[in-house]
Nanobody, 127 residues
Framework: QVQLIESGGGLVQAGGSLRLSCVAS????????LAWFRQAPGKEREFVAG???????????YYSDSVKGRFTISRDDAKNTVYLQMNSLKPEDTAVYYC?????????????????WGQGTQVTVSS
């Protein structure tokens, strides 16, 4: 049984930083794609950042345009954990943040391709 548990959300002022963590269990994750999505009230779930095994010794990393240069995704396969370091936060970053994982190739940004999801963690950025 695969489980993903997020933590690290909270309330922060604009310009501040937060670091989200997602601990995975139930399967080997070193060959998986791990990603972060977010969903604001009344909006669709959107891709934030992803980290995918290349099949070799490195990982591909992708970011949405809205967070590029401000957010950094990283993973520690020894701890089965993926992180999202969020800097220079803006009020429009306010959302519930979810981590997700899959083992098949495809588009990073398509939430329908992900097989497992965490319960989400709330991030609120005040102006």
């Amino acid at each position: 049984q695969v489980q993903l548990i997020e933590s690290g959300g909270g309330l922060v002022q604009a310009g501040g930083s937060l670091r989200l963590s997602c601990v995975a269990s139930g399967r080997t994750f070193s060959t998986s794609t791990l990603a972060w999505f977010r969903q604001a009230p009344g909006k669709e779930r959107e891709f934030v950042a992803g980290n995918a095994w290349s099949g070799g010794s490195f990982y591909y990393v992708y970011y949405s345009d809205s967070v590029k240069g401000r957010f950094t995704i990283s993973r520690d396969d020894a701890k089965n954990t993926v992180y999202l370091q969020m800097n220079s936060l803006k009020p429009e970053d306010t959302a519930v943040y979810y981590c997700a994982t899959k083992w098949r190739s495809g588009r990073f940004s398509n939430p329908n391709e992900y097989d497992y999801w965490g319960q989400g963690t709330q991030v609120t950025v005040s102006s």
